[in-house]
T-cell receptor, first 116, second 113 residues
Framework: AQKITQTQPGMFVQEKEAVTLDCTYD???????LFWYKQPSSGEMIFLIY??????QNATEGRYSLNFQKARKSANLVISASQLGDSAMYFC?????????????FGSGTQLTVLP | DTAVSQTPKYLVTQMGNDKSIKCEQN?????MYWYKQDSKKFLKIMFS???????INETVPNRFSPKSPDKAHLNLHINSLELGDSAVYFC????????????FGPGTRLTVT
């Protein structure tokens, strides 16, 4: 079974508007971390934001916020005031904490296009 | 200063050849990783090294061998390259301790002809 699901292969948003990228996850571990990465067309992977399973508040980093709904197992990324430079592929990822394993499991990504 | 660097950025080679990709991080992290991104952009863990010891080895063909001479370097050697090995390979590193966010290198685009 897929551990990370991103159901939106592609999304369009008008410049200066907010957009939500969906991510659901599946784990039986009580301790885990959720991450969002951005991959622009140049190819590098850029870390955006992190949410721990025990964190009480939703994570925020500048224009990025993570809408964490633990009971629904969702960790949606909200980008406020979209900019043209936000056009990129966005990946949701999870790290489970069994033993010493620290690997990230990635979703299939959402290609976001910001329209002028 | 580049935090995680990889060389080369592009690698074009023929089937059957042996090649290596080098990775270095100057973040003082204890764990390093290799990921493979296929043509559909799907990212999958290949290897992870913590303090020069292998802690993850997913179902990767044994033609792929990671080598870590020290905790700042993790190289990937690939023997007998096949067409299906064509992909982008990313090196990453993370610190020990929460939240374990991983910092990625720029990627190496490998094309096997």
């Amino acid at each position: 079974a897929q551990k990370i699901t991103q159901t939106q292969p592609g999304m369009f948003v008008q410049e200066k508007e907010a957009v939500t990228l969906d991510c659901t996850y599946d784990t039986s571990d009580p301790s885990y971390g959720l991450f969002w990465y951005k991959q622009p067309s140049s190819g590098e992977m850029i870390f955006l934001i992190y949410q721990g399973s025990y964190d009480q508040q939703n994570a925020t980093e500048g224009r990025y916020s993570l809408n964490f709904q633990k009971a629904r197992k969702s960790a949606n990324l909200v980008i406020s005031a979209s900019q043209l430079g936000d056009s990129a592929m966005y990946f949701c990822a999870m790290r489970e904490v069994p033993g010493s394993a620290r690997q990230l499991t990635f979703g299939s990504g959402t290609q976001l296009t910001v329209l002028p | 200063d580049t935090a995680v660097s990889q060389t080369p950025k592009y690698l074009v080679t023929q089937m059957g050849n042996d090649k290596s990709i080098k990775c270095e991080q100057n973040l003082g992290h204890d764990t390093m990783y290799w990921y493979k991104q296929d043509s559909k952009k799907f990212l999958k863990i290949m290897f992870s090294y913590n303090n020069k010891e292998l802690i993850i080895n997913e179902t990767v063909p044994n033609r792929f061998s990671p080598k870590s001479p020290d905790k700042a370097h993790l190289n990937l050697h690939i023997n007998s390259l096949e067409l299906g090995d064509s992909a982008v390979y990313f090196c990453a590193s993370s610190q020990d301790g929460l939240p374990y966010e991983q910092y990625f290198g720029p990627g190496t685009r490998l094309t096997v002809t």
